[in-house]
């Protein structure tokens, strides 16, 4: 409200002013022809002002404000996934029973095209997207989840993530499978109603998570060719990948030895 009663104020100031400098043009030199033609010559121009002022300007200043804030949010995206995110694809992944049939479609190279990561969204939509939760280890994923919680609500508390509500859908998923794992003292004698619970749990992430990182290993393709270089060559669904570099154009390496020279345990 008080806001309100000052713009109102201000602007009836402005007019004010305006005829009082009027007033003062016409004592001094008694010409109200003068007045009136600058007067409507200055009110033509107007709609135009507002034109250029409304549509053009303020166009560039909110693209440019656009740009500024999908950098900001991809920043963010970039710290998730240099924590934890990629880490959590890897060991997740791992325990795809059918990960062989996409897994040779996300072996992302700089000669990827918007068709191509296009091809392979579709592809992934039809990927099930199923885990074997009697393999995975539930108390290392409660320690490595634990140990990233405050990192978590730090990333909650961005305000940027409020326009991203995929990657805001991912973050509400783990905190709420990290929950039910840090409410459970143990997992070795559970019902099997509730494994399939947190299969269920988990695999939601694992949806959520596969697809945001096709998002942004697009993103940093298209505008950090040194952080895709090093997302290449740590490419979760790689089983060579290693973040050593060994061939002259910093690729991912073609003969490293299991999933990441990086810890991929999810402990």
Sequence with gaps: MNDRRWQISFGVG?????????????LIFHDLHH??????????????????????????????????????????IGAFFSSLGTELLTYISNNDPNLDEVRPHL???????DETFREVEMRLKQHPCRLRIERVDLEAVKRFLGSREEFLLRLLENPVLLEHEAFTELLRAIFHFNE????????SDLPGTDMAHLAG????????????????MRYL???????????????????????IVVSTTGARASGASGRSSSTVRCE
């Design 201 to 216: 749990d988990l695999e939601r992430i694992y949806g959520l998570l596969i697809r945001e990182w096709l998002d942004y």
């Design 221 to 243: 393709q298209k505008n950090y060719s040194y952080l895709f270089s090093l997302a290449m060559r740590t490419n979760p669904f790689d089983e060579t990948a290693s973040a």
């Design 107 to 113: 072996i992302v190279t700089d000669a990827w095209t």
């Design 14 to 26: 402005l007019i004010i002013l305006s005829m009082i400098l009027y007033a003062l043009h016409f």
């Design 180 to 187: 039910e794992l840090q409410r459970r003292p143990g997992f």
């Design 35 to 76: 007045i009136g033609i600058y007067t409507l010559a200055d009110i033509a121009f107007l709609p135009l002002e507002i034109l250029l002022v409304t549509l053009v300007f303020h166009q560039v200043l909110a693209s440019r404000d656009r740009r500024q804030r999908k950098e900001k949010l991809n920043m963010v």
